[in-house]
């Protein structure tokens, strides 16, 4: 490597590492609800140029669904059974009370809506898609072709439609091919496939050898004091109950944005528990996504060989992707999308390179390919419409990078961590 190649790398690092994430989390707390909080589309950023002589012909794309209410039902009917065993036993503080009647005013519109994309998150996705065209217009002109998948969940499939038809609004003549099967989780979302597709890599499942996420929670996060906050006694709780009360309560302060516009939950708690909360939630996200980077190999596979596929076929215009947090991140991670994939030395080291508040609702990440007169082809990643880097690669420009420096770092990777028959 040359010396400025080095310094440029090194530049990379620094950027993708940040130190001042809880003063980010701090000066705008909506990023504390991380994977539960929903995109914002007042940070759509202005994308780098492209190089002399370079134009942009492809998109590969994964998006995570657009908004949703709680994906898991307990969020809700868990909340209200505790909040109404409660009142009967004549437990809940004054704040208590009055939280537990907002809440029991509240909860059962999202709970009958469980895991139902919002109409918050259509708007996301139909965003989302005309920014891409307006980006990239050369890309989408004519009557080009666009695939496009999705996982067989509602909220997945009904935000493809919403990203389709922002941008078939900047081209009606768009070609689209619209699918979501059973079969296709094995691209989408590869672990949550049916049985009988899954495939096994070297390496998955292998967790980090740091504390445990329930004993950073409990050494950082001082539970006790919220439940003081809204309980007088707690001994109604059953042993380890208590804990997921306030996973499910946490889960619903940073997801409820998502539906309801009014800041009717944001009392619950302090600013310090907000960051403490955050970054133990964050640490777990990056334990999970770590460990489980290796089994989306399916799907990076499926970008490689779809790409490569389009680079002689000038009709295609994009192959869109709709799926979950949890494939996205660990995409990221196994990519190493900003730095997501650096192991931590520390739990407390964990925020510095992975922020959960990155796959938001809508999260999207965009691989755009660019080709000049003599064929030669490049590519640049694009994180929630803003620049992304990969700082394991030598950018040519900003964060444009070879095609083929990306092939040879991916195929080194890919024959590190082969399949495994189980």
Known sequence: MTILAGLALSCLLVQAQQYNVLDIVKADARKAHGMEGPHRLDEFGTLSKAPNGFKPFYISHYGRHGSRYAWNSDTYSLLHKVFEKAADKGVLTPYGKDFAKRYQAFYMTPYINTGDLTPLGFEQHHAIGTFTYEQFPQVFKGRKKVDALSST??????????????????????????????????????????????????????EITLESVEDFFTRTCAPQELLNKLFTDTSFFKEGEELTFINELWSLYCGYHNYEPRPIFDDLFTEDQVLKFWEADNYMSARIDIRDRYKVFPLL??????????????????????????????????????????????????????????????????????????????????????????????????????????????????????????
């Not at 190493?336 to 520390?346: F, L, S």
């Open 153 to 206: 969940g509602q909220r997945c499939i009904v935000s493809m439609g919403a990203f389709t038809l922002g941008l078939q609004s900047g081209n009606p003549k768009l070609i689209m091919d619209l699918q979501s099967s059973h079969t296709g989780m094995a691209i989408i979302a590869p672990p949550s496939a049916p049985r009988q597709l899954r495939k096994h890599f070297k390496g998955e499942n292998q």
């Open 301 to 422: 596979e499926d970008i490689i060989a779809k790409a490569e596929a389009s680079f002689n076929d000038p009709n295609q215009a994009a192959h869109l992707r709709f799926g979950h947090d949890y494939i996205l991140e660990s995409l990221s991670t196994l990519l190493d999308i900003n730095g997501m994939g650096t192991i931590p030395a520390t739990p407390e080291e964990a925020k510095y390179w992975f922020q959960n508040y990155n796959i938001p609702m809508a999260a999207t990440l965009l691989f755009v390919f660019y080709k000049n007169k003599k064929g030669e082809i490049l590519f640049k990643p694009v994180l929630n419409e803003n620049d992304a880097y990969l700082p394991q690669l030598t950018p040519v420009k900003d964060n444009f990078y070879r095609w083929a420096d990306f092939r040879a770092w991916t195929d080194k990777l890919i024959q590190e961590h082969p399949e495994e028959k189980q």
